[in-house]
């Protein structure tokens, strides 16, 4: 199984490791995941994320081929722009859902662990008839997210460059804690905060400036249980749950994300189509009114018992104080308000729709 260059500092910081798409990662440190997560929401958490992988593509074609394999209008994104996408199939359904970085003389493209061959062979694959260059430089290349409010502050100790520079969805480079490294205004807990970009071998370096630079401000080490709570509750999907290879970007509610007016791209009559009939099922939120804990994968029932749907994520949620869930229902019982039942461990608990997201992110814009 795969580990992060940080895997033996994780290991000496009392991280509980566990499997998670394939690679062995922090879970939690020993103050747990909701102090964690707490400390993101109020303070800052520093979490290792290298498991994703990450694309370099280049050439004259660039841009064309980009613009041809995802839903986004890529020419939106002007040099330091970055933006979130999704690689269709033909018909539809999703291959993953990515980040654009547009840099000074290449594309950074961001893809999800569990599908870094699948997107890359993927990738490959249409390169035909473009003049283009898709290279793989995971192995190379560090990720870390620095996440919450004294995001910036903390990471302003590390660098020369001012940071109120770089906008919400923009990206820079820059030297910090004396280590070349781009940085960008995007994350996944609902917070601002920062992705890293920077050589594999100077991670414990970045790692350990970090956390000494974020101490005194209530920085905290953050693990894969505090990152799932902080997206569920901002209501960010996770690929291989919200959205799949039988998912479309409408059923998905990420239609904005899909500009049809762009042109012609992978999956864009699909997708349209779904679009004008009106999709089948939708992804609702929810919040239970029995007593009970939603988990990924349990069913969702009419009152009269019939499985209409199942859940996606559900959890207590820290911030809100609230047992929530996501999951797909068909399109008539999708309206808030309206009631279903979750199904767990055999007894059907009342539920109902209510406003996503379940918290309002905090984002610089």
Not at 71 to 90: E, F, I, K, M, Q
Not at 276 to 302: N, Q, S, T
Request: charged letters at 25%; one cysteine or more.
């Amino acid at each position: 199984m795969p580990r992060t260059s940080l895997y033996n500092t994780h290991v000496s910081m009392g991280g509980r490791m566990v499997e998670f798409a394939g690679w062995e990662l922090p879970v939690q440190y020993p103050t747990g995941p909701l102090a964690e997560h707490k400390a993101v929401r109020e303070a800052a958490g520093l979490f290792d994320i290298d498991h994703m992988g990450q694309v370099r593509v280049t050439g004259p074609d660039a841009l064309a081929y980009l613009q041809h394999l995802v839903t986004w209008d890529v020419s939106r994104l002007n040099v330091h722009d970055a933006g979130y996408s999704l690689l269709p199939y033909a018909d539809g359904g999703l291959v993953d859902d990515i980040f654009i970085y547009h840099c000074e003389d290449h594309w950074l493209v961001v893809i999800n662990a569990a599908n870094r061959d699948k997107d890359i062979k993927w990738m490959q694959l249409h390169v035909s008839g473009y003049n283009v260059s898709v290279e793989n430089i995971s192995d190379e290349t560090y990720m870390l997210a620095l996440q919450g409010p004294k995001a910036q502050e903390i990471l302003q100790k590390l660098t020369s460059y001012d940071l109120d520079r770089i906008g919400f969805h923009q990206c820079d480079f820059m030297e910090i804690a004396g280590i070349p490294a781009m940085a960008s205004r995007t994350g996944y807990t609902g917070e601002d905060g920062f992705e890293l970009f920077f050589p594999d071998d100077r991670a414990v370096e970045m790692w350990n400036a970090i956390l000494e630079a974020g101490k005194p401000l209530g920085l905290l080490p953050a693990g894969l249980g505090a990152r799932d709570s902080l997206r569920f509750e901002a209501c960010l999907p996770l690929y291989g749950q919200e959205i799949h290879a039988e998912i479309d970007p409408i059923s998905a509610r990420l239609g904005y994300f899909v500009r049809f007016e762009k042109g012609d791209f992978i999956g864009r009559d699909a997708i349209l189509k779904v679009k004008l009939e009106g999709p089948k099922k939708k992804l609702v939120g929810f919040e239970m009114v029995d007593k009970g804990v939603p988990r990924h994968g349990y069913e969702i029932a009419d009152a009269d018992g019939n499985i209409i749907g199942e859940v996606t994520t559900g959890m207590f949620a820290p911030t809100v104080g609230k047992f929530l869930g996501m999951g797909y229902v068909p399109a008539a019982y999708a309206k808030r308000g309206t009631e279903f039942y979750i199904l767990i461990r055999g007894k059907a608990r009342k539920a109902k729709v209510v406003k996503r997201p379940f918290y309002r992110p905090r984002y610089k814009k």
